[in-house]
């Protein structure tokens, strides 16, 4: 099995599919890209053991078929060092010996044989649900809500993002029990009902590899998972199982004062005061009346504190002290796109609902943060 391809090109599909590779793998053979050629096509493939992502290149100088499995962290990092130029590959297909040549140089190293690589499932057709749709609009819903998800093991239904499928929307949705971000995207229209987690790993993977300008066939297959395929990649991801927090039910819907302040404005106060905030506990004071919001950080251990006032409209009769985790208001007021934030309140206690002035069309993100204790300002 012979093959040429541009070194550029190779590197740009290598380093993608790397991106499934665990750093430490029980079995040896999960270190490895398996190299396949049939029909004048490359397709280089990595697998976790849950997870396993192909990527696919067109070859014109190809002599042969078959297929090895070649150490995934030298070819990456060979590469990458690499200058651009074309690269000839000759497989010996009884001993696996491995020859690397270029103009002025050549490499030789054993592969390992193909059949001991773990293989993409065909989804089984009872069940699947399966829908197209725009790159850009699953990573806008990702790139809203990914930040949000929970890391810790004790509740692994939130340490990953929620796919709400219905036939004339989805609604994405992350939470880690002290925050949630829902975010409904009627520009999708997949035309069939489902559901699924998508975990975290998945979540970064889908993000680095796919482009916005694809079209993305998505197959959920409720026992194996869901497959995300494109002309030039298919990414078959485990998905989490259980049950999702009912997150309808978590988000207040009669918080009565509204508060609204200038986001970058509120998002550079914010970052300035944090840097006087107890790491202990992170807290970020506000105290709101009608014309203005003050915020406010104390570092007890070293008798630091930052203060800074804003200008803001607030609906309340009379003043209010609420307090929250600085880390947590800085993501939360980032990702919105408006030149005011929103919060509406109810009380010190009670979850504080953050929104853009205006949603863009045909969609609509609604975020929540838990306060935290505070007595006084």
Same mark, same amino acid.
């Given at each position: 099995?012979?093959?040429? @391809?541009?070194?550029? *090109? ?11 590779? =665990?750093?430490? =793998?029980? *079995?040896? +053979? ?5 190299? &396949? ?20 290149? !067109? ?5 042969? &078929? !078959? $297929? ?8 990456? &990092? ?32 054993? !592969? ?75 520009? +999708? ?38 497959? /995300? ?36 404005? /509120? +998002?550079?106060? #914010?970052?300035? #005061?944090?840097? /006087? ?6 807290? +970020? ?9 003050? #915020? ?10 930052? $203060? ?12 209010? @002290? ?42 609509? *993100?609604?975020?929540? *943060? ?8």
């Amino acid at each position: 099995m012979k093959f040429t @391809v541009p070194s550029k *090109l190779l590197h740009g599909l290598t380093s993608s599919v790397s991106k499934v590779i =665990n750093a430490k =793998n029980a *079995l040896t +053979i999960l270190n490895y890209f398996l190299f &396949e050629i049939k029909d004048n096509t490359l397709t280089v493939t990595a697998c976790d053991g849950e997870n396993t992502l192909c990527g696919r290149i !067109g070859l014109i100088d190809v002599d042969g &078929e !078959g $297929e090895v499995c070649i150490d995934a962290r030298k070819m990456v &990092e060979l590469l990458r060092v690499m200058p651009e130029q074309e690269l000839r590959f000759d497989v010996d297909d009884d001993t696996l010996n491995v020859e690397l040549r270029h103009p002025d140089g050549s490499y030789r190293f054993m !592969g390992l044989p193909g059949r001991e690589y773990p293989r993409l499932e065909k989804p089984s057709s009872e069940n699947t649900v399966s829908f197209t749709a725009k790159g850009s609009t699953l990573l806008r819903g990702l790139d809203y809500t990914a930040f949000a998800t929970g890391t810790e093991i004790v509740h692994p239904q939130m340490m990953g993002v929620y796919l709400d499928i219905k036939p004339e929307s989805i609604t994405f949705v992350a939470t880690d029990s002290r925050r949630l971000v829902k975010f409904e995207d009627k520009g +999708i229209a997949p035309g069939v009902t489902g559901s699924l987690i998508l975990p975290n790993k998945s979540t970064n993977v889908f993000r680095q590899v796919y482009g916005k300008e694809e079209e993305v066939t998505v197959t959920l297959v409720p026992e194996q998972g869901v497959i /995300f395929e494109t002309p030039s990649y298919t990414f078959e991801s485990r998905l989490i199982k259980g049950n999702y927090p009912a997150y309808d039910k978590v988000i207040p819907r009669n918080n009565p004062y509204e508060l609204r302040v200038n986001r970058q404005q /509120f +998002i550079t106060a #914010v970052r300035r #005061v944090s840097l /006087f905030v107890d790491e202990g506990h992170g807290l +970020i004071k506000f105290r709101v009346t009608p014309d203005r919001l003050e #915020v406010k950080a104390v570092d007890n251990q070293y008798s630091t504190s930052g $203060e800074e006032t804003l200008g803001a409209e607030y609906t309340g009769d009379s003043e209010m @002290v609420i307090g929250f985790s600085s880390t947590y208001l800085i993501e939360l007021a980032s990702v919105l796109w408006t030149e005011d934030i929103l919060f509406r309140l109810a009380d010190r206690s009670r979850p504080a609902v953050i929104l853009p002035v205006e949603n863009k069309p045909d969609t609509d *993100l609604t975020m929540i *943060l838990m306060p935290m204790n505070v007595i006084d300002f």
